[in-house]
C-alpha cells in the first residue's frame, strides 16, 4: 500500500513538472511569435517607407536646383525688359496689345510669388521626406540617443492620411504639448512602432465612437488625439489620449494579453498591445499604463528610463 502511494505521489510529481514545463513551453512559444511579428512588421513597414523617401531624393534635388537657378534667372530677364523699356518707350501698337493679351505686369509681379510658393513646397517635401527616413531608420544591436518628439512628430505624418477629413467624419484633431526633453538612449525604430501601434488604435477607437454619430454631431464634438510628453526625475513620461467611449474595466484588464482584441474578424492582428509592451518593458526597461473611462476616452501612459 505505502508502495502504491509513493509511486501515485511520484507520478503527480512528474505531471506536475511536464505540465509546468508545457506552461513555460507555451509562453516561450508566444513569445518567439510575438518578436517574429514584430520583426516582420517593423522590417517591412521601415523597408516601404524608406524606399519612398529615398525615391523622394532624386526629384526633390532636381527640383531645389532648378528653383534655385529660375529665381535669379527670371530677375535677370525682368532687368532686361526694364532696359527695353526705357531706351524705347513707345514700343508700337503690336507689342503694347500683346503685353495687355498676356497681362504682362501681372506675370511680372506674380511670378517671384510662385517660385517663393514652389519652394516653401519644396522645402515641405524635403521636410516629409526627412521624417519619413527618421521613422524608418534600422535599429542597430546597441540603443542610440534620439530624440522622442521626432520619433512622435515622424509616425504622426506616416498616420496623417488616416486623420483627414472624409465623408463620414471631420478631421481628426492631434494636439502636442511637449516638455523640453533630453535625448534617450533607445532603439529608435522600436519606439517609432510603439507610437504607430498606439496611435493607430486610437484612430480605431475614435472611428468606432463615430459609428451612429451624424457628420454634424462629431463637428459639435471632436474626435481628439492629445500627445503630451514630461520629464518625471530620470524617466520621460509620454501619454496618447483619445475622447472615444473608452474601455471597461474587463477590456482594460485584457488589453495586453497576448492575442487579444475587440475588433472583427480581418481587423487587425490583436499583437499591436502585446509587441508594443514586449518593447518597452523588455527591450527598453520601460512601462506602459492604459487609464480609461467608458464613454471619455483612453490613455496610455508610457514611461522610459532616459539612461539604461
Not at 11 to 37: K, M, P
Not at 100 to 111: A, M, Q, R, T
Not at 285 to 304: M, Q, R, W, Y
Request: charged share 20%.
Amino acid at each position: 500500500m505505502i508502495n502504491l502511494l509513493s509511486s501515485q505521489a511520484a507520478i503527480a510529481l512528474e505531471n506536475a513538472r511536464l505540465y509546468q514545463q508545457a506552461g513555460q513551453a507555451l509562453q516561450d512559444l508566444q513569445q518567439a511569435q510575438l518578436q517574429i511579428v514584430q520583426s516582420e512588421k517593423m522590417s517591412a513597414l521601415g523597408n516601404l517607407v524608406a524606399g519612398v523617401a529615398h525615391e523622394m531624393n532624386n526629384p526633390l534635388g532636381f527640383i531645389a536646383a532648378s528653383l534655385k537657378q529660375a529665381k535669379p534667372t527670371f530677375t535677370e530677364v525682368i532687368e532686361h525688359l526694364k532696359l527695353y523699356e526705357q531706351k524705347f518707350p513707345t514700343p508700337g501698337d503690336e507689342i503694347l496689345t500683346h503685353g495687355e493679351e498676356i497681362d504682362l505686369e501681372y506675370s511680372l509681379e506674380d511670378f517671384p510669388k510662385m517660385i517663393d510658393s514652389m519652394t516653401m513646397a519644396r522645402d515641405r517635401l524635403k521636410n516629409i521626406s526627412t521624417s519619413l527616413r527618421t521613422f524608418s531608420r534600422a535599429d542597430r544591436d546597441y540603443k542610440v540617443p534620439f530624440n522622442i518628439h521626432e520619433g512622435v512628430d515622424s509616425t504622426i505624418l506616416i498616420l496623417k492620411h488616416r486623420l483627414k477629413a472624409n465623408d463620414r467624419r471631420p478631421a481628426i484633431e492631434i494636439v502636442t504639448e511637449y516638455s523640453n526633453l533630453p535625448q534617450i538612449e533607445c532603439f529608435p525604430g522600436q519606439l517609432n512602432q510603439v507610437f504607430m501601434n498606439i496611435l493607430a488604435n486610437a484612430i480605431d477607437a475614435l472611428d468606432e465612437s463615430n459609428i451612429g454619430r451624424s457628420f454634424e454631431e462629431i463637428k459639435a464634438n471632436p474626435n481628439l488625439i492629445t500627445i503630451t510628453t514630461s520629464l518625471k526625475e530620470k524617466q520621460v513620461e509620454v501619454k496618447i489620449a483619445d475622447n472615444g467611449q473608452g474601455m471597461s474595466e474587463s477590456v482594460k484588464q485584457k488589453v495586453f494579453d497576448h492575442l487579444f482584441t475587440t475588433k472583427g474578424v480581418g481587423k487587425g492582428t490583436g499583437l499591436g498591445l502585446a509587441i508594443t509592451q514586449s518593447i518597452l518593458v523588455e527591450k527598453h526597461g520601460g512601462t506602459l499604463d492604459v487609464n480609461s473611462t467608458p464613454g471619455v476616452g483612453a490613455e496610455f501612459v508610457i514611461t522610459l528610463p532616459i539612461l539604461v
